[in-house]
């Protein structure tokens, strides 16, 4: 069973980091999309961050473009999501989510495995 577990959300100050990891278990990381996605209260779940998407490599929701970076440690089974310079509009629930190579990072029917959460809090 493939299971993906984030950890490392919290709550930071506005201008602060964090780093979210995603534990997956269960498959092989070759083959494999894997994505940030986020939820806002009252909002709607938005693609973030993705690695292996549809350009091949990295790509991200133009509000976190050189703040966020996703990067992936296949050894580890672990996929990371560093997140710098952080607002209080990033406020959310961030999820990771595991689906085939080359989707598109916004596309979140097509990702096959979710994790539970971590609630990312930031403060003004």
Same mark, same amino acid.
């Given at each position: 069973?493939?299971?993906? $577990? ?5 709550? +930071? ?8 990891? %995603?534990?997956? *278990?269960?498959? @092989?990381? /070759?083959?494999? =999309? ?5 939820? =806002? ?6 693609? $973030? *961050? %993705?690695?292996? %998407?549809?350009?091949? &490599? #990295?790509? @991200? =929701?133009? *509000? +976190?473009?050189?703040?966020? #970076?996703?990067? &992936? /440690? ?5 996929? !990371?999501?560093?997140?710098? *310079? ?7 629930? !961030?999820?990771?989510? $595991? ?8 596309? /979140? +029917? =097509? ?10 809090? $930031?403060?003004?």
């Amino acid at each position: 069973e493939v299971q993906p $577990v984030e950890s490392g959300g919290g709550l +930071v100050q506005a201008g602060g980091s964090l780093r979210l990891s %995603c534990k997956i *278990s269960g498959l @092989s990381f /070759d083959g494999y =999309a894997f994505g940030w996605f986020r939820q =806002a209260p009252g909002k709607e779940r938005e693609g $973030v *961050s %993705c690695i292996n %998407c549809r350009d091949g &490599s #990295t790509d @991200s =929701a133009d *509000s +976190v473009k050189g703040r966020f #970076t996703t990067t &992936s /440690d296949n050894a580890k089974k672990t996929v !990371y999501l560093q997140m710098n *310079s952080l607002k209080p509009e990033d406020t959310g629930v !961030y999820y990771c989510a $595991v689906g085939p190579e080359g989707i598109l990072y916004t596309d /979140d +029917v =097509a990702f096959w495995w979710w994790g539970q959460g971590t609630q990312v809090t $930031v403060s003004s």
